[in-house]
């Protein structure tokens, strides 16, 4: 059964750079069925789409993020990664990761999440 | 930059239907925007409920479909239950490796 754990620091300072990492189990992040991908959402508020990554590589942005967000894939440890720089409150969020079907182009499977709070 | 609509709230009774909707701001929602639908209760991850239009997620009832009606997609929910009452969000991809989040709706079963 896929599991999917999102994993990181709590608490960020302003204008640092948040860094979580998404562990895969129960399945391989070199599948070409899937993409892997980040969403957030804040404290009330709804879900957003951060970026998306293919198993090769190919990275996809919201494009109001997009100056901001790096999203990486380390087949090796069965990861993926978020980097989000620049941070502000209006980054405080729960932030999960999930795996995407490439033909269904939808969010199959769901972390848990893990919330982060941008303060000083 | 597109917008994904949804209606913020609704409220069924028990035993009731309802039917969600989720559109664009502008255009027509087609099956090319490959719609899918999560459920989400509080403090929990959502759970996807329905995905390319149409496809139940497995584990999920029956009473729960979607579909195309008009212009946009839509979530139907037959005999509602008290479990279900829950936030439920829409997302459509936009090609191009772009997905846009509805801003959800609150369905209070009473």
């Known amino acids: 059964q896929l599991q999917l754990q999102e994993s990181g620091p709590g608490l960020v300072k302003p204008s640092e750079t948040l860094s979580l990492t998404c562990t895969v189990s129960?399945?391989?992040?070199?599948?070409?069925?899937?993409?892997w991908g980040w969403i957030r959402q804040p404290p009330g508020k709804g879900l957003e789409w951060i970026g998306s990554?293919?198993?090769?590589?190919?990275?996809y942005y919201n494009p109001s993020l997009k100056s901001r967000v790096t999203i990486s894939v380390d087949t090796s440890k069965n990861q993926f990664s978020l980097r989000l720089s620049s941070v502000t409150a209006a980054d405080t969020a729960v932030y999960y990761c999930?795996?995407?079907?490439?033909?269904?182009?939808?969010?199959?499977?769901w972390g848990r999440g893990t919330l982060v709070t941008v303060s000083s | 930059q597109t917008v994904v609509t949804q209606e913020p709230s609704f409220s069924v009774s028990p035993g009731g239907t309802v039917t969600l909707t989720c559109g664009l701001s502008?255009?027509?929602?087609?099956?090319?925007?490959?719609p899918s639908w999560y459920q989400q209760t509080p403090g929990q991850a959502p759970r996807t409920l329905i995905y390319?239009?149409?496809t139940r997620s497995s584990g999920v009832p029956d009473r729960f479909s979607g579909s195309i009606l008009g212009n946009k997609a839509a979530l139907i929910i037959t005999g509602a239950q008290a479990d279900d009452e829950s936030d439920y969000y829409c997302?459509?991809?936009?090609?191009?490796?772009?997905?846009?989040f509805g801003g959800g709706t609150k369905l209070t079963v009473l």
């Open positions: 999930a795996r995407l079907g490439s033909a269904s182009y939808s969010f199959r499977n």
């Open positions: 129960g399945g391989s992040i070199s599948s070409n069925t899937y993409y």
């Open positions: 990554i293919f198993y090769s590589g190919s990275t």
């Open positions: 502008s255009g027509s929602v087609s099956t090319s925007y490959y």
């Open positions: 390319s239009t149409n």
């Open positions: 997302v459509l991809y936009m090609g191009s490796g772009i997905w846009v």
